[in-house]
């Protein structure tokens, strides 16, 4: 899967993966999804955000999902 708008630059917030460059990483995007932000209030709190930057951001996210394997204990 390719990812536009998600990038990763080890001089941008130490190499984790940013929306488009900016110093503003997925997990910020993400944690503020599950806290219970709507997009709406992302992108007017956050007005260099656009729509498209948080469906990729989920996009991404559900890729690692895929991914990655977790074990839990009993």
Known sequence: MK?????????V????????GLRFPVSRL???LASGETKE???KAY????????DEALR???FLAEEETVEFSR
């Open 60 to 62: 991404f996210a559900a």
């Open 30 to 32: 993400l944690g503020l």
């Open 13 to 20: 917030c130490t190499g984790k993966p940013c929306i488009r």
């Open 41 to 43: 209030t992302i992108l």
């Open 47 to 54: 007005p260099y955000l656009e729509a498209g930057d948080i």
């Open 3 to 11: 990812f536009e708008r998600i990038t990763v630059d080890p001089n």
